[in-house]
């Protein structure tokens, strides 16, 4: 059966460890390719929302969890991942959910609508 929770809590200490990262390099750096420099208040931003959402996984109700397994057997490993990875890419930008079953929610709709076609 497939975690659903550990799926998401490994998706957003990815995505916050990217932007806690994105510090250390800088292209135009001056000591082999890296440069400390501080991080921008929309890196900050994401960093946060992501670490709030890994937070909020426990509680996420059964019954969205259920529903997204299903989905997942339903649209298969692929298409998942395809659609939960740009999830976790709009996050900051074009959504700004505030727990982790608000993320999950949206997520579902749109496994729901690949599942139907």
């Known amino acids: 059966m497939f975690d659903v929770a550990g799926d998401l809590k490994g998706r957003f200490g990815s995505a916050a460890l990217f932007y806690m990262s994105a510090w250390e390099y800088e292209p135009d750096g001056m000591i082999d390719d890296h440069t400390v420099r501080d991080l921008t208040d929309e890196e900050v931003r994401c960093i946060s929302l992501f670490k709030r959402l890994a937070e909020t996984i426990p509680a996420i109700p ?36 505030t727990n982790a079953t608000e993320f999950l929610t949206t997520l579902n709709l749109s496994l729901q609508f690949l599942a139907r076609t």
């Not at 059964?62 to 692929?78: H, P, Q, R």
């Open 62 to 97: 059964a019954s969205i969890l259920k529903t997204t397994e299903e989905l997942y057997a339903a649209v298969g490993a692929d298409k998942y991942e395809e659609f939960a990875f740009a999830a976790i890419r709009a996050v900051g930008y074009r959504t700004f959910p």
